[in-house]
């Protein structure tokens, strides 16, 4: 009823800001909690529904359950493997439109330069960003500090308090940090199933070095030269054997990576692949910046 979509955008609802919203303009969801999104609501109203997904389906099939596969216009995913799962897996509306849009190379992390740095083993710190709270992840760090020299595993942490640019930008910029960084799934235990963590692609655009455990061979594929794979039982070697190398070689190796991620994933090419220039505003002869992502100049997206 108009009184409920009155209420529902009114100046105390977390979607206020949608009141200004006209028809025909497009809503981007991104990330997890999407159930409480009025998809069906938002689409009577004439807004286009996009959620962009970003949970490992292999480990996470709750997944399925999410509102967006049946009510919205769009599903988005990072992942291939992810696009593939959420296919054979989930009960999904015929009528909703799967797009496979990988998190591109992130010009403004340019700002938050993982520079790699000399390793003082009593003071430089390899980290896992992210909880070990989720699945089985604390018996696959076991795994890592049982296979890790002594004087390792005193360098290896764990942080998850990281939620936004400055946050990251302070963190990058600490003397401690070596600039390596370890990457170990919410399915850890089943490797060879699971997609990249979306945080991957925000390291290699800082520069940072990064140690992964196996993933899906598609995966595998898509980042071959940009991430250590490696089994956890090698992750202490491969720390080891950075750790021993030249500083300037290091740098290189990581700037190398970082050049190499921004040609791969660009995210024009990614927006092109996806069909999705005319929603953004970017015409195919619309001229590249050499410092910076292409110019948007649709008005009306509403992430």
């Known amino acids: 009823s ?5 209420s529902l955008f009114g100046p105390k609802s977390p979607f206020k800001f949608m009141a ?19 998809w069906k609501l938002f689409r009577e109203k004439g807004f286009y529904t ?3 997904q970003l949970e490992p389906v292999a480990w996470r099939p709750i997944v399925c359950r999410s509102f967006s596969l ?32 990988s998190p591109g190379y992130q010009y403004h992390a340019y700002k938050a330069n993982l520079s790699q740095k000399e390793a003082d083993i009593l003071k ?51 003397s401690t940090n070596s600039g390596i960084l370890l990457n170990i799934h919410k399915g850890c235990m089943e490797p060879s199933i699971q997609a990249i963590e979306p945080r991957v692609s925000f390291l290699l655009s800082a520069g940072a070095m990064v140690i992964s455990q196996p993933c899906h061979p598609l ?3 898509a980042y071959a030269g940009l991430v250590d794979f490696i089994p956890l039982q090698q992750f202490g070697r491969r720390i080891d054997a ?14 190398s990576r970082r050049k190499l991620f921004k040609e791969r994933f660009d995210p024009y090419e990614i927006i092109k692949r996806a069909g999705l220039l005319d929603m953004f505003g970017i015409g195919n002869q619309t001229k590249r910046l050499n410092n910076g992502p292409p110019p948007c100049t649709a008005p009306r997206v509403i992430c």
């Open 70 to 101: 049946r009510e919205a216009d769009e599903v988005w995913d990072y992942s291939i493997t992810n696009v593939n799962a959420t296919r054979n897996k989930c009960r999904t509306a015929n009528e909703t439109k799967y797009r496979h849009i």
């Open 20 to 38: 200004k919203m006209k028809k025909g303009d497009v809503f981007v969801w991104v990330g997890y909690r999407s159930n409480f999104i009025p």
């Open 124 to 174: 430089s710190k390899i980290y896992f960003l992210g909880t070990l709270g989720q699945g089985k992840r604390n018996e696959c760090w076991n795994t890592i500090m049982n296979n890790t020299r002594q004087d390792i595993q005193g360098m290896l942490s764990t942080k998850y308090d990281i939620w936004s640019m400055p946050l990251f930008q302070r963190f990058s910029e600490n």
């Open 242 to 255: 950075l750790l021993r190398m030249p500083l300037a070689k290091r740098q290189t190796l990581a700037n």
């Open 2 to 6: 108009s009184r409920g979509l009155n």
């Open 50 to 52: 996009i959620h962009y």
């Open 219 to 221: 995966e595998q594929k």
